[in-house]
């Protein structure tokens, strides 16, 4: 099985499986999802190019793009109506990244990179993530002291 859970193209990381969301009642759909292949060079060679499949080209390089900026990803339905992609950010996730960097777990500790993620989260209004990026600022710890940025962000 190719494309079926735990389908070989799946699980080689070569075709991703994105679920279809039902906006209005708020719930997943039990019908099938979309799969986006990894390589579009290698869609082009086993299908041929095709100057009419642009959209589609175009719609598979945005997904991974939103993939890669840290972004949940979901196909929505209303009625009949397909929404291309419903993009949501885990800011708990994000928090939880800096702190496992800020700490050293599972790897060698990299407050810089900590940093980041909790200003990911925080830009998002996550509060927890605003006190650690504002108390880092406040003891200048991996970034310059600035009592002002501190203070932005112990605020959230």
Do not use: C
């Not at 859970?5 to 708020?26: H, N, P, S, T």
């Not at 990803?73 to 990244?97: M, P």
């Amino acid at each position: 099985m190719l494309f079926a859970k735990g389908g070989a193209l799946l699980e080689a990381y070569m075709f991703y499986e994105i679920k279809r969301y039902d906006v209005k009642g708020k719930a997943e759909l039990k019908t099938l999802g979309k799969y986006y292949i990894v390589d579009t060079g290698l869609r082009n060679y086993l299908l041929g190019y095709r100057d009419m499949d642009t959209g589609h080209i175009i719609e598979n390089i945005v997904y991974f793009e939103l993939l890669r900026r840290g972004f949940d990803v979901e196909i929505g339905k209303v009625g009949e109506k397909e929404i291309l992609f419903i993009a949501k950010r885990d800011t708990e996730s994000q928090y939880r990244v800096g702190n496992s960097y800020f700490l050293g777990r599972g790897g060698e500790k990299d407050p810089v990179v900590a940093v980041e993620w909790w200003r990911k989260a925080a830009e998002q209004g996550h509060a927890k993530a605003g006190h650690n990026l504002g108390t880092a600022y406040y003891h200048g710890d991996d970034v310059p002291m600035d009592k002002e940025e501190a203070a932005k962000w112990l605020k959230i």
